[in-house]
């Protein structure tokens, strides 16, 4: 298998996990712009997602039930939600299982970047039991039919690209992606991305539901006011 490491620094920006974040935040690399259940969301960690995120906005709203599930707010507010908020949630809730989550999909992405094959790997470790049998194929998946970040991540690589390890609402992931598709406007087909999934999990048995009572539920305060108008949900009302 030919293993790139030709990731982009947005790229590369966007997979900090919520600890490294927090570390990057001890340093004093980048300002804090919010915070969720108390934990650091920085401005460079938000203003990647929100640099790679944008281009799809008009992906997404061209999607059945995208406008009313936005019910009038900006993109930046579903994006924050979606990419921030429900995963930083879920990494709260299960902090106690994250450190051996991740010393698992850190050995198996060590053995792709040494030469493993990504489906056998997929097939022996991963815990996605849709795709694991089929080696990690996915199939071919247009944005909006993947979750946050995999679609962002998945969707900034090249064919034969691996990603980094990075968390969604589902736990750790490893992905590549086998072929990309340029969109096709005659057949009514946005851009597509044909890729591999390597999940170990949350200890969650309904992640999606879950991480949306989550997110509900969650303490999220901006501090930065400037965003305010981009993140209403998140903002106080004016009196």
Known sequence: MKWSALITPLAAAALLSP???????????????ATVNGEPVTKSEWS???????WQAPVLKRQPGFNEKMQGKPYEDFFFR??????RAMAQKYKDDLGAMKTAIDAIHQQIAGGGDFAELARKHSQDQGSAPNGGDL?????HQLTFPFNRIAFGLKTGE???PFLTVFGYHVLKVEQVFPASPSEGKDKR???RNILIRFPSSDPLGESESLATQAKVEVLDKGLCKKLPSFCPQES
Do not use: H, N, T
Request: charged share 40%; net charge negative; hydrophobic share 45%.
């Open 162 to 164: 691996v990603s980094e």
């Open 48 to 54: 990647a997602i929100w640099k790679a995120d944008q």
């Open 193 to 195: 991305v044909r890729v």
């Open 82 to 87: 979606e990419e921030v908020v429900k995963v």
């Open 19 to 33: 600890v490294l974040a927090a570390k990057d935040e001890a340093k004093g690399d980048s300002p804090v712009v």
């Open 139 to 143: 199939g071919e998946k247009e944005f």
